[in-house]
């Protein structure tokens, strides 16, 4: 099977590859349009900036290219969010796959610190992405900026307010957490995602 991980100026993309290779799959990491559009299968993870992400991806037609696949494509943290309308970090458009604006978020007490780092809870998963699951499962998460509930919700996590923990929209799925750094429950994720 043909994994192709989207190549672009974001941070933890090797731990996305060394994920993979622990399940003995050898990835593709490319920003070559032909070799995303031709893969089984794209992951499109990364920690960064929103605005320079877009700029990058933009510069090189990869924002259509990606909104046009037609294969499984898994965002992951900064992946996710870039595949929505818009985010407020640089206040920059967007892939656009999912219609939500990625929000800051907004300390209430002094404990909420941001970014929100750490293991949390995920609640209401509904997708094949969490086949196997009982619920209440802990994943981990990094990051200022979230996704808010939505028509494409499909597991929540609370951090100051409930937000949108995962994503999906036809072929297109997305978690803010990072299934690479999540243990067992991450690896879970990754195969349901692979044997779509």
Known sequence: MNIAIVKYNAGNIYSVVNALRRMGIEPDLTDDAERLMNADKVIFPGQGEARSAMEYLRARNLDKVISDLRQPVFGICVGQQLLCRHSEEGDVDCIGVF????????????EDKVPAMGWNQLYDTRSPLFKGFEGGEYVYFVHSYYVPLCDDTIAKADYIQPYSAALAKG??????????????????????????
């Open 99 to 110: 219609d939500a604006e990625v929000k800051r978020f907004q300390s209430v007490r002094h």
């Open 171 to 196: 072929n297109f799925f997305a978690t803010q957490f990072h299934p690479e750094k999540s243990g067992t429950v991450g690896a879970r994720i990754l195969q349901n995602f692979i044997d779509m």
